[in-house]
């Protein structure tokens, strides 16, 4: 029997409506949200990132702040434009696009990102926050992990959770937040150095693949019945691919995400959710 299919673009569409909602009702007090984006050069996929993030902020009701440097733009550069955005009364909330061109500091420009202006969730000071289990703004493709988790009602008390990945992107927060009180997964931080990684992944209830690797997570990874969650976005040709073998492992999971349509359209809805609630913590 197929795994059933859990839908990033139908769990987003719930969570950009209940944005939409808090959004119009920041309006009738007269305060605004604005969510501005720093895109650094041409990269074909960071453009149209970008792109879709004004295009879903614009349709919640917020502002939308574009600012684009050339590639050739310097650190001072970047920072410069940092701290006008910081500066800026409209904005309530503010992403660095990454990755950024070689030569430059994305933790460096990230760090100087206001952490009440942090939508991404990104800065050292919010990140803190999460290890101390403390509320604040989270990593978007996470916190979009975690909200298709409890639309679909999986569980997770108890339960064995594999994370394959220790970026800061996704790889650690996501181990975080799956361990927090009340939430109360059993986490495995899983890596490229684990031995026996196919052996570890077979523990795992939830399995989480952040590992960037097209279609590495085949059958063997997975136990009969297990929640497969795929962070991975990768090109194949002309088509878009996740870090798991998603033909092979669907008849054996009890639940999948798909990609496209599973954990990406979260990571920008969960970008608008932590704008507003910025908004809401400024007004």
Do not use: W
């Not at 970008?50 to 050339?70: E, F, Q, T, W």
């Not at 061109?101 to 803190?128: C, M, R, S, Y």
């Not at 995400?257 to 979260?266: A, K, L, R």
């Amino acid at each position: 029997m197929s795994a059933t299919i859990l839908s990033g673009t139908e769990t987003a569409a719930v969570v950009r409506g209940e944005v939409a909602d808090r959004v119009a009702t920041l309006g009738k007090a007269s305060k605004q949200v604005g969510l501005a984006t720093i895109l650094v050069g041409d990269d074909p996929p960071s453009k149209i990132y970008v792109r879709n993030k004004h295009r879903a902020a614009r349709k919640a009701g917020m502002i939308s702040i574009d600012r684009h440097l050339p590639g050739t733009a310097s650190q001072t550069d970047i920072e410069r434009v940092i701290a006008e955005l910081n500066a800026d009364d409209q904005v309530d909330g503010m992403i660095l696009q990454l990755p950024l061109p070689d030569g430059l500091d994305a933790e460096g420009a990230v760090e100087t990102i206001q952490p009440t202006k942090d939508a991404d969730g990104l800065h050292p000071f919010n990140l803190g926050l999460l290890v101390m289990g403390r509320p604040g703004p989270l990593p978007a493709t996470p916190r979009g992990i975690m909200r298709i988790l409890a639309h679909y009602d999986i569980a997770t008390a108890g339960r064995t959770a594999v994370v394959v990945g220790r970026s800061f992107l996704v790889g650690r927060p996501m181990g975080l937040l799956l361990g927090q009180k009340g939430i109360d997964a059993t986490v495995i931080q899983a890596h490229s150095r684990t031995r026996e990684l196919a052996e570890v992944c077979r523990q795992a209830d939830i399995l989480v693949a952040a590992v960037g690797r097209s279609q590495m997570i085949d059958s063997d990874y997975v136990k009969p019945g297990a929640t497969v969650i795929d962070v991975g976005i990768n090109r194949d040709g002309e088509e878009l691919v996740g870090d798991v073998d998603f033909d092979a492992v669907v008849e054996i999971a009890g639940a999948i995400t798909p990609v496209p349509g599973g954990v990406g359209p979260m990571t920008i809805a969960s970008l608008l959710a932590n704008t507003v609630a910025l908004a809401e913590a400024r007004a």
